[in-house]
């Protein structure tokens, strides 16, 4: 038997969206964005460059320096990251009430 104590194991079918992009600052975004049920409708984004990752919402999109922080990206890239992101996080729907 493992000796892990799992907080959950847990399995699903997800869609995965991979896109590929170079905004006006000309910085390179290479993105898997992941449709789940999990994260309360939120969609995890996968900065495939740099292995970072982030659960992100409408309203993480909102938060100022949020993206610049989870990607580590100037303000210009950021900001041409949210206006991508803003056509396809859509909004949130709660699915396991």
Known sequence: MSEF???????????????????????????????????YGKKMVIDLQSGRSAVIG??????????????????EQAQELTEFLSEVIGSIHFTDI
């Open 58 to 75: 409408p309203d993480d999109l909102a938060e100022e320096g949020y993206l610049e922080y989870a990607f580590k990206l100037n303000e």
């Open 5 to 39: 104590d799992f907080l959950y194991d847990h399995k699903e079918e997800t869609t995965t969206r991979f896109v590929c992009f170079i905004g006006k600052a000309l910085h390179r975004f290479d993105l898997a964005i992941m449709t789940t049920t999990r994260y």
